[in-house]
């Protein structure tokens, strides 16, 4: 008995060791990918390589970035949220409710749109853990939930902060002195550590890789499985919260019709950074790098005056280029 067993006990630490060296393969092509985009854009047009447009690259990047870094734990549980773009417009739009149209003080507004995202990602997270509908249809209905309820609030008209002072500051001020990077690139930073400390230390990311790679084994080794589902989206929705209140500040004013199409380029920066579709794989290193890829694109094409529609050719085609490297992953991991 002893000797049968030793075979699969040894090949398991070899199985672990292989599927980590492939997650780093994974980031080292996706940063690599990243270089060989921007030295292209380098040299193709001169205005590229300039510090403000690097600042504007990064400056870009923080809403992909912000719902990309909550999506990521979705995604790794083996689901998917297609409300996160008009659930942060919606967002917004509850900021000016609350601190333009209520008054309230500037830190409890904000606290109040953070816990309103969590509370829209607590509906998603019911609907699909508790009620079994998939996430697939459970988040698009959310989507379109968002969308209805950001022009019903809003009466389908701007929210202005300009006297809420404070408020834009948030994103564009520069909290440290002689260095031109603004906050809402800060704000990226500090809760992509968070974020990455919390997937990687905690019970929290520990069930999220569980969930994602094996649901009906983490259920009969006695976790609940559906509470943690709950937890893992009403989690993303903070981030969908904190989005609606960074890109409201940068634009300084809560605007109702924008946010859609922003899921599906958090998604695929989820995907180009190396996480799975089938959940189980992924990290907040690899989705950054994913949503730099994807604002280092936007902001290139854009500047060599590549038409928009044609911008929107050359992503979807990256995002089909992302799933199928995914969808050869799995299948080598198989």
């Given at each position: 008995?002893?000797?049968?067993?030793?075979?699969?006990?040894?090949r398991?630490?070899?199985?672990?060791?292989?599927?980590?060296?492939?997650?780093r393969?994974?980031?080292?092509?996706?940063?690599?990918?990243?270089?060989?985009?921007?030295?292209?854009?380098?040299?193709?047009?001169?205005?590229?390589?300039?510090?403000?447009?690097?600042?504007?690259?990064?400056?870009?990047?923080?809403?992909?970035?912000?719902?990309?870094?909550?999506?990521?734990?979705v995604?790794?549980?083996?689901?998917?949220?297609?409300?996160?773009?008009?659930?942060?417009?919606?967002?917004?739009?509850?900021?000016?409710?609350?601190?333009?149209?209520?008054?309230?003080?500037?830190?409890?507004?904000?606290?109040?749109?953070?816990?309103?995202?969590?509370?829209?990602g607590?509906?998603?997270?019911?609907?699909?853990?508790?009620?079994?509908?998939?996430?697939?249809?459970?988040?698009?209905?959310?989507?379109?939930?968002?969308?209805?309820?950001?022009?019903?609030?809003?009466?389908?008209?701007?929210?202005?902060?300009?006297?809420?002072?404070?408020?834009?500051?948030?994103?564009?001020?520069?909290?440290?002195?002689?260095?031109?990077?603004?906050?809402?690139?800060?704000?990226?930073?500090?809760?992509?550590?968070?974020?990455?400390?919390?997937?990687?230390?905690?019970?929290?990311?520990?069930?999220?890789?569980?969930?994602?790679?094996?649901?009906?084994?983490?259920?009969?080794?006695?976790?609940?499985?559906?509470?943690?589902?709950?937890?893992?989206?009403?989690?993303?929705?903070?981030?969908t919260?904190?989005?609606?209140?960074?890109?409201?500040?940068?634009?300084?004013?809560?605007?109702?019709?924008?946010?859609?199409?922003?899921?599906?380029?958090?998604?695929?920066?989820?995907?180009?950074?190396g996480?799975?579709?089938?959940?189980?794989?992924?990290?907040?290193?690899?989705?950054?790098?994913?949503?730099?890829?994807?604002?280092?694109?936007?902001?290139?094409?854009?500047?060599?005056?590549?038409?928009?529609?044609?911008?929107?050719?050359?992503?979807?085609?990256?995002?089909?280029?992302?799933?199928?490297?995914?969808?050869?992953?799995?299948?080598?991991?198989?």
């Amino acid at each position: 008995m002893t000797t049968a067993k030793a075979p699969t006990l040894a090949r398991q630490p070899r199985s672990g060791a292989l599927a980590a060296l492939k997650g780093r393969l994974q980031q080292l092509l996706a940063f690599a990918s990243l270089i060989v985009i921007y030295v292209f854009f380098a040299i193709a047009s001169p205005y590229f390589l300039t510090y403000d447009n690097f600042i504007s690259i990064l400056y870009s990047t923080v809403v992909i970035g912000t719902l990309a870094v909550g999506t990521t734990f979705v995604i790794i549980s083996a689901g998917i949220d297609l409300s996160i773009g008009t659930g942060m417009a919606l967002c917004a739009v509850m900021a000016g409710v609350f601190l333009v149209n209520a008054g309230l003080p500037l830190p409890l507004g904000v606290l109040l749109t953070l816990l309103f995202g969590g509370f829209m990602g607590l509906v998603n997270g019911v609907n699909i853990a508790v009620l079994r509908i998939p996430p697939f249809i459970a988040t698009l209905a959310m989507m379109l939930v968002a969308e209805g309820l950001a022009l019903v609030v809003s009466d389908s008209t701007p929210i202005y902060f300009t006297e809420v002072s404070g408020y834009a500051d948030i994103s564009t001020g520069h909290l440290i002195p002689g260095v031109d990077i603004p906050n809402a690139v800060l704000v990226l930073v500090v809760i992509a550590v968070v974020a990455g400390v919390l997937l990687t230390k905690s019970v929290l990311g520990r069930y999220t890789y569980s969930i994602g790679s094996n649901e009906e084994a983490t259920a009969l080794s006695g976790i609940d499985v559906r509470r943690w589902k709950i937890t893992i989206y009403t989690f993303a929705g903070l981030f969908t919260g904190l989005a609606g209140v960074l890109i409201s500040a940068r634009l300084g004013s809560a605007q109702p019709a924008t946010g859609m199409g922003y899921e599906l380029q958090a998604i695929a920066a989820v995907v180009i950074g190396g996480t799975s579709l089938s959940g189980g794989k992924g990290s907040i290193l690899g989705t950054l790098i994913g949503a730099l890829i994807i604002s280092v694109l936007n902001n290139g094409l854009q500047i060599m005056s590549i038409p928009q529609e044609w911008q929107n050719v050359i992503l979807g085609c990256v995002i089909l280029l992302a799933v199928y490297t995914d969808r050869v992953r799995r299948g080598d991991s198989r």
